[in-house]
């Protein structure tokens, strides 16, 4: 099997990260890192991707095969475009058509959850799965679905379990009421905590050390989000009947702190469905772009 040199980029809300990945259809490693913060708009978002292609190219000894990038919203990966975003500046774009002409290589453009779940599929947590949600817990919430062995993308519009309502009553960014993410997501957790008891955080894991220590506004506003996190994992055990659920991103990695008491609140809700198995990710913060990466092998393998 042929190994291959990429770009993979991974486009964050608040920030965009790259690496230089190696390898085939089943492993890869990234062998170098860049970074940058996501713009607000598209044409500088397009020159920092370009950038980004550039300086990992330049570091590399080999010539670059290929380039993998990945984005949160509605992605149609068949066709390179990105659909639609709540938090990014897009819609109908098609990624891969403008990106292989400017960057003169072969561009695959896909979702960063459902590439991150091929990572984990392929390489990771999910590796013994047939029937699983590889479930990233960040800015947003999303899920890979893994039905009987392959990722099941709904032309793009499958997998956003954090727009489930789970009947909290609060307003979502998608104009929804009620939405998983809004109260379980990491972003969510760190902005409810201030909300709550004005101390701003830098983020949820502040949140998790304060439930640590027993800190009563803490602890609320966690099980909120543990609860809005099992009601949606019932959703999935109720339709797709999943052996497991892989819990991954910013969240995750609180641990016990956050699988211990999620599990519990599970065995509450869970009455006929098939008990999914909670597991935490095992890639981290690469799965995004290792998923991006094997995206472009693919590409290029097909």
């Not at 009553?169 to 998983?180: E, F, H, N």
């Not at 966690?222 to 910013?250: F, K, N, Q, S, Y």
């Not at 702190?257 to 809700?269: H, K, M």
């Amino acid at each position: 099997m042929a190994r291959r040199h990429v770009v993979a980029v991974d486009i964050g809300g608040t920030e965009t990260k790259a690496a230089l990945v190696t390898g085939t259809r089943e492993s890869v490693a990234a062998q170098k890192h860049a970074r940058r913060a996501t713009p607000g708009e598209l044409a500088p978002l397009l020159d920092v991707i370009a950038e980004l292609v550039a300086e990992l190219g330049n570091a590399s000894e080999h010539e670059i095969d290929a380039v993998g990038i990945v984005a949160p919203g509605i992605v149609d990966e068949a066709n390179g475009v990105g659909v639609y975003t709540t938090n990014l500046p897009w819609s109908q774009f098609p990624f891969s058509t403008v990106l292989t002409e400017r960057l003169g290589l072969p561009v695959a453009f896909g979702h960063d959850v459902r590439a991150a779940g091929l990572a984990e599929c392929r390489m990771g947590a999910a590796r013994d799965l047939r029937n699983a949600v590889i479930m990233p817990i960040g800015t947003g919430i999303a899920g890979a679905l893994l039905l009987d062995g392959k990722i099941y993308s709904g032309e793009g519009f499958a997998g956003e379990i954090g727009h489930v309502n789970v009947g909290h009553g609060v307003p979502c960014a998608c104009g929804q009421i009620g939405c998983v993410e809004t109260v379980a997501s990491s972003a969510a957790i760190a902005r409810r905590y201030t909300a709550r008891t004005g101390i701003p955080v830098k983020g949820a894991a502040e949140v998790a050390l304060r439930v640590r220590d027993g800190e009563q506004d803490a602890v609320a506003v966690w099980h909120e989000a543990v609860d809005a996190l099992a009601r949606g994992i019932l959703v999935l055990a109720t339709l797709l009947g999943p052996e497991a659920v892989v819990l991954g991103g910013g969240l995750a990695l609180a641990g016990d702190l956050l699988v211990e008491p999620l599990r519990e609140r599970l065995d509450g809700l869970i009455a006929f469905q098939r008990r999914p198995e909670l597991r935490l990710a095992a890639l981290g913060d690469e799965a995004g772009f290792l998923g991006a990466a094997l995206l472009a092998i693919d590409t290029l393998e097909a």
